[in-house]
């Protein structure tokens, strides 16, 4: 059992960076405009955000630090500055939408505007981060987060023209609606969303959190082998929900209680309640790992005292850094800014920065000082070199798709 609940870290991480409030949205917008056409992109995701999280894992399990903090010492603090920099704004970013996620979540059950929920959504989460221990937080909102199985659920009871979806996903290119442009711009998005940098900044201070040793490297790769794949999964089925209800009729997607339709549908009121406590969960299991994620950056660039597991009052100035972010948060969304629209531009960062945060990586989990006889093999220099790739690509892609397609209007 104490294995099975050591899951729940890679779980927590999977939700929040898959589908978490921006990401629940745009599956569900990318399954009502190209179909099933995009899937192909979530499973390169999925692959690369497995190779980069078990690197940062084992980093963690084999040095007890986590990468982070290892990056600046490695690299110098210039880059990890630059590292820094890039990855706490697109965390900032996807920190306010989560919480104006959680808020849209609550305004479907009461119908009151989200934005009056905001403060009330943002308190609660401070004490969670401040007071509650990192284990109850991670299994506690992790495993609720699979009330989002109600999409798989959903999909099956819609009956689709299964063999009609399986043609959109093994074509490439964008349906006759379509052009290349949009169809490039879903695709750097969606990749960027499975490559979030929080996420591996989250998985591997998780894994220090959680005092793994070398003895958890099993622990540590059952994580990432079944709760990123879960996440990419559950991408996959939101997706699909729209792709069978919203494509053939041409209805675009772009408010979070049309991402919940296809379940009512399918299920009626219980499909609906489920779905709903499943936006909360995982968009609230999303702002919990994006709060942390901000303050585990900082402190650890700093070398500041840091972690759930030390009391508040010893690492005060991490608990500081957590505090301000989130007010950040409420600041930027008490502008009335659309939480959905947010997570979309903190996407297109996110691929500007995932250069600054993975080249780093790798070149950490090759040195023997840190990992010594567990240095990345062939295999996985291989795989994270080709992603690097992929990552570059997209990075160099992302701002002029973005301007050339008006964020993919």
């Known amino acids: 059992m104490k294995k099975l609940l050591g899951i729940t870290l890679g779980i927590l991480t999977a939700i929040g960076g898959f589908v978490d409030i921006g990401d629940l949205v745009a599956n569900s917008e990318t399954g009502a405009r190209f179909g099933m056409r995009l899937a192909w992109v979530v499973v390169v ?52 939408a989560e919480i104006g996620g959680v808020a849209l979540a609550i305004q ?19 004490i969670v981060l401040w007071r509650v221990e990192f284990d109850t937080m991670e299994r506690v909102f992790g495993l609720m987060g699979l009330a989002l199985v109600v999409f798989v659920v959903a999909l099956i009871a819609l009956d689709p023209p299964w063999g009609d979806l399986g043609a959109q996903a093994s074509s490439f290119g964008p349906p006759d609606a379509e052009n290349w442009g949009t169809y490039g711009f879903f695709a750097v998005s969606l990749f960027a969303a499975a490559l979030t940098p929080y996420e591996v900044f989250f998985f591997s201070s998780g894994g220090v959190e959680e005092k ?42 772009d408010v979070l209680s049309q991402t919940a339709l296809p379940v009512a549908m399918a299920l ?58 989130v007010l950040l948060g409420v600041a930027l969304l008490l502008t009335t800014a659309d939480p959905v629209a947010i997570t979309e ?59 050339l397609t008006g964020m993919g209007s």
């Open 45 to 96: 995701g999925v692959i690369g955000i497995c190779v980069y999280a078990e690197m940062c894992g084992r980093v963690a399990a084999v040095s007890g630090r986590p990468v982070f903090d290892l990056v600046r010492e490695r690299l110098g603090p210039r880059v990890a500055l630059a590292n820094l920099g890039g990855s706490y704004l697109v965390t900032l970013l996807t920190l306010a």
């Open 212 to 253: 793994w040793t070398r003895k958890d490297l099993v622990t540590e790769r059952v994580n990432v082998f079944v709760g990123f794949p879960l996440g990419g999964l559950l991408s996959l089925a939101v997706m699909g929900c729209a792709a069978v209800v919203f494509e053939p009729i041409g209805v675009r997607v």
């Open 108 to 126: 479907l059950v009461t119908s009151v505007h989200h934005l009056l929920w905001v403060p009330l959504v943002a308190f609660v989460l401070w």
């Open 345 to 403: 531009y903190s996407l297109v960062f996110s691929a500007v920065a995932l250069p600054l945060t993975y080249l780093p990586i790798l070149v950490v989990a090759n040195d023997r000082e840190y990992l010594g006889d567990q240095v990345n093999g062939r295999f996985a220099n291989v795989l994270g070199g080709i992603y690097l790739v992929f990552i570059l690509v997209a990075a160099v892609a992302a701002i002029p798709l973005m301007l």
């Open 268 to 325: 009626g009121k219980i499909g609906l309640a489920v779905v709903v406590l499943g936006f909360f969960a995982a968009t609230f299991g999303a702002a919990l790992e994006t709060g942390l994620s901000a303050g585990y950056t900082v402190a650890q660039y700093f070398g500041w005292q840091w972690g759930k597991r030390v009391k508040p009052r010893e690492a005060a100035r991490f608990h500081t850094v957590v505090l301000v972010s």
